[in-house]
């Protein structure tokens, strides 16, 4: 995009003059007869190369959603693309627009000018509108892209839904902790000492744990930290740890279950998109490789797509890895003897977002309790161990 400083005359003849970003002076005139104005003059101030690489999913999603409807209503891509520009409330979506515009200009397909921004569109995304550029289904593309981003979207939420509440219980349960042993407790060691009576076991374990957190509280709140960087990092590293990191990760208990569903529930859908927009199997398999981060899954699909090029029926490459549900295998053997593959996908995927909302209200309906039973344990361990002494005390006295 470059800055233009511009004279433009009215219907009146009335000279106006101002600032404008546009892609060159064709773009500048266009802009301005918009507003019936007719350029008089311009002068190029500065060019500015905005590269967009990350767009929120939301901005995204509404990007789509406004281009589908235009180029639906007949309107050029290109000028599609400079109305969204013009119209941009952020300054993402109007260099997005902008960018796509000027390389669509110069002569590239709409296909090859996404793909310059692999940080905002997915391959498969990109794939997908290459394919409806082919076929001309480029509206119906559009279409299925607005709707599997904003499922995806909904999954994300449940994810976050699934994993913030534990998370945040957890945290207040740890300042609990922290306040008790750190605070609390040495406040009654001295009266518990000064009794002159032989504490009991659970008080002194209680004293002498309270004096770790007292020594070493730092080097609880920072080792953790330090071990989970550390297995970040060597998960980045060396593949067979991040490897066994996922598949811990998909045997927790309780939430494993339902990650795994939010995973196939996403392949499912995505993979109906792409055969139902005409790509092809084997190109499909490998696009749906990327659309998970768990590695299991991964190497699960690649070992699937080398059977299929083998030879191997799509049902039997899926069940030989004894990783999905059986439910995923009759869908697709269904899908492969009636030749609507993308249906039973679609099945599969309505299936599976139907049990992760069922399984995430009742995890959280689970978690809930659980982490109470948890908190009063602790509470109700302390106050044994502090209560145990004094009522001996007292009952030694009454004696």
Same mark, same amino acid.
Request: glycine fraction near 6%; charged fraction near 20%; include cysteine.
């Given at each position: 995009? *470059?800055?233009?400083?511009?004279?433009?005359?009215?219907?009146?003849?009335?000279?106006?003059?101002?600032?404008?970003?546009?892609?060159?002076?064709?773009?500048?005139?266009?802009?301005?007869?918009?507003?019936?104005?007719?350029?008089?003059? /311009?002068?190029?101030?500065?060019?500015?190369?905005?590269?967009?690489?990350?767009?929120?999913?939301?901005?995204?999603?509404?990007?789509?959603?406004?281009? $589908?409807?235009?180029?639906?209503?007949?309107? &050029?891509?290109?000028?599609?693309?400079?109305? =969204?520009?013009?119209? *941009?409330?952020? %300054?993402?979506?109007?260099?997005?627009?902008?960018?796509?515009? $000027?390389?669509?200009?110069?002569?590239?397909?709409?296909?090859?000018?996404?793909? /310059?921004?692999?940080?905002?569109?997915?391959?498969?995304?990109?794939?997908?509108?290459?394919?409806? +550029?082919?076929?001309?289904?480029? !509206?119906?593309?559009?279409?299925?892209?607005?709707?599997?981003?904003?499922?995806?979207?909904?999954?994300?939420?449940?994810?976050?839904?699934? =994993?913030?509440?534990?998370?945040?219980?957890?945290?207040?349960?740890?300042?609990?902790?922290?306040?008790?042993?750190?605070?609390?407790? &040495? #406040?009654?060691?001295?009266? =518990?000492?000064?009794?002159?009576?032989?504490? !009991?076991?659970?008080?002194?374990?209680?004293?002498?744990?309270?004096?770790?957190?007292?020594?070493?509280?730092?080097?609880?709140?920072?080792?953790?930290?330090?071990?989970?960087?550390?297995?970040?990092?060597?998960?980045?590293?060396?593949?067979?740890?991040?490897?066994?990191?996922? #598949?811990?990760?998909?045997?927790? &208990?309780?939430?494993?279950?339902?990650?795994?569903?939010?995973?196939?529930?996403?392949?499912?859908?995505?993979?109906?998109?792409?055969?139902?927009?005409?790509?092809?199997?084997? +190109?499909?398999?490998?696009?749906?490789?990327?659309?998970?981060?768990?590695?299991?899954?991964?190497?699960?699909?690649?070992?699937?797509?080398?059977?299929?090029?083998?030879?191997?029926?799509?049902?039997?490459?899926?069940?030989?890895?004894?990783?999905? &549900? %059986? =439910?995923?295998?009759?869908?697709?053997?269904?899908? $492969? %003897?009636?030749?609507?593959?993308?249906? %039973?996908?679609?099945?599969?995927?309505?299936?599976?977002?139907?049990?992760?909302?069922?399984?995430?209200?009742?995890?959280?309906?689970?978690?809930?309790?659980?982490?109470?039973?948890?908190?009063?344990?602790?509470?109700?361990?302390?106050?044994?161990?502090?209560?145990?002494?004094?009522?001996?005390?007292?009952?030694?006295?009454?004696?």
């Amino acid at each position: 995009m *470059a800055l233009y400083q511009y004279r433009a005359a009215n219907a009146e003849g009335q000279i106006n003059k101002g600032q404008i970003e546009a892609l060159n002076e064709l773009d500048l005139e266009a802009q301005l007869k918009k507003v019936s104005l007719m350029l008089v003059s /311009a002068k190029l101030l500065n060019r500015q190369n905005r590269i967009v690489k990350s767009m929120p999913r939301r901005e995204v999603i509404d990007f789509f959603f406004q281009l $589908e409807m235009l180029v639906r209503a007949g309107v &050029p891509l290109l000028e599609s693309l400079g109305d =969204l520009r013009d119209a *941009a409330e952020s %300054s993402s979506t109007r260099d997005l627009c902008s960018g796509l515009y $000027e390389k669509i200009e110069a002569g590239a397909t709409f296909g090859k000018a996404v793909e /310059a921004y692999p940080g905002v569109f997915s391959t498969t995304n990109v794939s997908l509108i290459r394919s409806g +550029e082919v076929t001309g289904q480029l !509206p119906d593309v559009l279409k299925e892209i607005v709707r599997t981003l904003k499922w995806q979207d909904e999954m994300a939420s449940t994810t976050k839904k699934l =994993l913030m509440y534990p998370s945040f219980v957890l945290v207040i349960i740890s300042a609990v902790v922290f306040f008790l042993m750190i605070y609390l407790v &040495p #406040q009654l060691v001295g009266f =518990l000492t000064n009794m002159g009576q032989e504490l !009991p076991l659970q008080t002194r374990l209680l004293i002498g744990l309270s004096d770790v957190f007292v020594k070493y509280w730092w080097a609880m709140l920072i080792v953790p930290v330090l071990l989970v960087m550390a297995a970040l990092a060597l998960a980045a590293a060396v593949p067979s740890v991040r490897y066994q990191l996922h #598949q811990l990760q998909l045997n927790l &208990p309780y939430v494993g279950p339902v990650l795994k569903k939010i995973i196939l529930a996403r392949l499912a859908d995505t993979f109906a998109l792409m055969y139902r927009t005409g790509i092809p199997l084997i +190109e499909a398999l490998t696009y749906c490789q990327d659309i998970s981060d768990n590695l299991v899954i991964q190497r699960a699909l690649v070992r699937v797509r080398e059977r299929v090029i083998n030879g191997t029926a799509l049902s039997d490459s899926f069940a030989a890895e004894m990783l999905f &549900p %059986s =439910l995923v295998i009759r869908m697709l053997k269904v899908g $492969e %003897s009636t030749g609507a593959l993308d249906s %039973s996908l679609s099945n599969v995927s309505y299936f599976y977002t139907r049990d992760i909302n069922e399984s995430v209200g009742k995890v959280q309906a689970m978690i809930e309790p659980a982490l109470t039973v948890v908190m009063g344990l602790i509470l109700g361990w302390i106050m044994l161990a502090v209560l145990s002494p004094i009522y001996d005390t007292i009952s030694k006295m009454k004696t």
